[in-house]
């Protein structure tokens, strides 16, 4: 689960951003390209300077103990480039590969910064898709699901959070090899639900992937609203801002949609990935009024909405970069936040292709929040702490439950 926003500069990608200035520092060099450009890129670009004396000692530390070299095998390089880039101790600071899920989803965010490789890498047209069902797991051991993207082919399926993944079509499950040469059949995914139990089998559909085209139709399709006690509250959940249309989708719901006529809305922020405007959270705090234009025939254009009932927010430590931005906006404006700690993850960052057609995300500007406040490596606590215990939750969400209370408790205070 992932995700923030506030003030006014046009377009902050917190996930994007320029690159930084060169520094006069030399670092050994192993003779391998794709280790060597790594070095090079952070060198060249990476915020802080302050630590880049520490990244070149941990570099010469790579090259002559591994040793690493012209030769030396993918692991091996795969696992230095890991170490340095984990010594910079910095969030939107990692390197992505194609057989991941986040490779696909982090490239086309970033696709302005990778342009130029676009058509080669996904040709013809240079759409960035993959074969997929919608279901991101975790763990090293035992995988289980931490998100299923709203109206994505797992959740029509039934698959759910906390769910173990067992196997494929009768093999290990691979984020991408999985479903490769799939699109357009279905699957077998075994999975247990509990502790010991049997497997259960589920046929799921592999569809053709777009990853923000995914996000869009996912905010879109989260949007429900539920009746209690004759009040009724909406619900949407926010996977990113990082999508060109995501947040005129939610505007849209609150102004004249599904959740036009909602007496309150829970706004879920345990997304993927951040980014977007910085003043995304306006729509939630800002003072400015609704406001709509009206053509002859009567056809009307939202030009600003401006939600102005109850809201309560759902974080936990998949709100990040822009998305933390964006629970902070709410925090300060009296909005009470449920769940667990966000990420502390709240840097510029910005993509860059490396020569085996990797992705190298890095931090390339520092950002502060007010008046000098950092959320890297701090976070967002929340004012109603919730705990989630993800191994076989069996769909249950003992977050959403709290944030529903909350705001059952605040509509009928009044």
Avoid: C
Wanted: net charge neutral; glycine share 8%.
């Amino acid at each position: 689960m992932r995700a923030r926003t506030v003030g006014s500069l046009p377009l902050i990608l917190l996930l994007f951003l320029t690159s930084g200035q060169a520094f006069a520092l030399e670092p050994p060099r192993s003779g391998h390209p794709v280790f060597d450009r790594a070095v090079t890129l952070v060198v060249d670009n990476f915020h802080d300077a302050s630590a880049l004396d520490r990244f070149a000692a941990t570099v010469r530390r790579q090259i002559e103990d591994v040793p690493l070299t012209a030769k030396s095998s993918r692991a091996e390089v795969d696992k230095a480039i890991d170490t340095i880039l984990a010594s910079l101790g910095a969030s939107h600071t990692a390197r992505f590969k194609r057989d991941t899920i986040d490779y696909f989803e982090i490239i086309d965010i970033f696709r302005f910064a990778v342009r130029n490789d676009m058509r080669r890498l996904f040709p013809p047209d240079g759409d960035v898709n993959y074969a997929g069902v919608g279901m991101i797991t975790q763990g090293d051991g035992p995988r289980f699901v931490t998100d299923v993207y709203d109206g994505s082919p797992a959740d029509r399926a039934g698959i759910l959070v906390g769910d173990e993944i067992l196997s494929v079509d009768g093999a290990p499950y691979r984020e991408i090899e999985s479903f490769r040469n799939k699109i357009g059949r279905s699957v077998e995914v075994r999975l247990r639900r509990r502790p010991g139990a049997e497997p259960i089998a589920v046929k799921v559909a592999v569809e053709r992937l777009r990853p923000l085209r995914t996000f869009e139709r996912a905010i879109e399709s989260s949007v429900k609203v539920t009746e209690h006690d004759g009040r009724r509250i909406g619900y949407l959940r926010l996977w990113t801002l990082s999508t060109a249309d995501g947040l005129d989708i939610v505007a849209r719901e609150l102004a004249t949609g599904r959740l036009k006529d909602a007496d309150g809305v829970i706004v879920d922020l345990r997304g993927r990935w951040g980014g977007g405007p910085a003043d995304a959270a306006e729509l939630f705090v800002g003072d400015t009024p609704t406001f709509r234009l009206i053509n002859r025939n009567g056809k009307e254009t939202l030009a600003n909405v401006r939600w102005r009932r109850p809201v309560v927010a759902i974080i936990d430590e998949g709100a990040r970069s822009g998305l933390e931005l964006f629970a902070y906006a709410l925090k300060v404006n009296g909005i009470p936040l449920v769940g667990s700690r966000t990420a502390g993850a709240l840097l510029a960052g910005r993509a860059y292709l490396l020569p085996d057609d990797s992705l190298l995300e890095l931090a390339v500007s520092d950002a502060v929040v007010d008046e000098g406040l950092r959320l890297e490596g701090r976070g967002i606590d929340p004012d109603i702490r919730v705990p989630f215990s993800l191994p076989y939750a069996a769909g249950k969400d003992p977050q959403f439950d709290a944030a529903m209370e909350e705001m059952r408790r605040i509509l009928v205070k009044g």
